[in-house]
């Protein structure tokens, strides 16, 4: 753990989009260490204690998480230990030193039933497993490090890893046609983007004043897992790929072991105020992912 001279952050997650995002462009002022998941497990709290403190860290970054929505309907006690039980020993360990914690969170702690986008103070009402161990653990880290900062987001997309964008690119090479649901609306938010904001967040933590509490990130504008398909294949056939038929359809049309929120929309006004940054259009960032993803010769991005 050899250091920059620069103000270190303890990044757990590193392997996932935000994580990767955070060490491919490090918040400016920033060293970002990001120990893998044998080096810090998260289930193991004497592991915890052991990496925070091992340094005097600016700030801790929690972007780990247990992320198969309907795999944690049959593997909970997994998605508990990772999304509830995790957290809390970061909290504790984190406040017990006197650092903050940078929690990444889930528009999943919320039912989908509102029609309009979710507030911070809306009463959350998970219908998951996921979402109930992402509630649990927002809790703890509330309940835990009075220095903490919550951040919910939603529909994240990147140029690596497991997500809607890449899967879109991927399957529309393989097949004809594609049916994608047309009835869920959210907010796309880029990896790249979240990364920028817990820069910031970081930077205002490290001052006087700090804010601590709830705070909501994600794209502006909004749009449906059909709206974003069919940006996704618009940039594709201008890069001159194959692209198929696609046809929306109802959620009911595509059941799933988990329901998905029919409204994972995020109100972003408290962050912006707050933090004085604003999300881009997720058509904006959905264009710089694909971008990258449709440039593999420069080494952009995993293989689609």
């Known amino acids: 753990m050899t250091g920059s001279g620069l103000p270190a952050l303890l990044l757990t997650g590193g392997s996932g989009q935000v994580g990767r995002a955070l060490r491919q ?7 970002v260490v990001a120990p893998t998941r044998a080096e810090l497990d998260l289930a193991d709290p004497a592991s915890v204690r052991r990496w925070v403190g091992a340094r005097p860290w600016a700030a801790i970054v ?7 929505v309907d795999a944690a309907e049959s593997q909970a006690s997994e998605a508990w230990a990772a999304n509830a039980l995790g957290p809390a020993a970061l909290a504790r360990a984190s406040s017990e030193a006197g650092i ?9 702690v919320f039912d989908g ?7 911070e103070d809306d009463p959350v009402g998970p219908t998951s497993v996921y979402g109930a161990s992402k509630a649990a653990g927002e809790m703890a880290v509330a309940a835990l490090n009075p220095r903490h900062v919550i951040l919910r987001t939603a529909w994240v997309f990147s140029p690596w890893g497991s997500n809607f964008v ?5 399957l529309g090479q393989a097949r004809e046609a594609l049916s994608v649901v047309s009835d869920q609306h959210g907010c796309p938010t880029s990896a790249l983007d979240i990364a920028a904001a817990v820069g910031t967040v970081c ?7 700090a804010p601590s509490g709830v705070f909501h990130f994600a794209g502006a504008g909004e749009t449906t897992w059909f709206g974003l398909a069919e940006r996704v294949f618009e940039r594709a056939a201008e890069a001159g790929l194959k ?4 046809t929306p359809i109802a959620t009911a049309d595509w059941p ?4 998905r929120p029919a409204n994972s929309r995020l109100d972003t006004t408290a962050f912006t105020r707050t933090f004085g940054r604003s999300p881009r259009l997720w058509t904006e960032t959905a264009d710089e992912v694909m971008d990258r993803l449709l440039r593999p010769a420069e080494g952009e991005g995993d293989a689609v």
């Not at 930077?203 to 004043?209: A, D, E, F, I, V």
């Not at 799933?256 to 329901?259: E, G, L, M, Q, S």
């Open 256 to 259: 799933t072991p988990v329901r």
């Open 25 to 31: 462009a490090p918040p400016e002022g920033f060293e």
């Open 203 to 209: 930077t205002r933590l490290s001052g006087p004043g």
């Open 166 to 170: 890449r899967t879109m690119l991927r």
């Open 62 to 68: 929690n972007a780990g998480a247990w992320t198969a």
């Open 243 to 246: 692209t198929p038929v696609l």
């Open 113 to 119: 039933g509102l029609d309009r986008p979710y507030r």
């Open 100 to 108: 903050p914690l940078i929690h990444i969170s889930t528009d999943y």
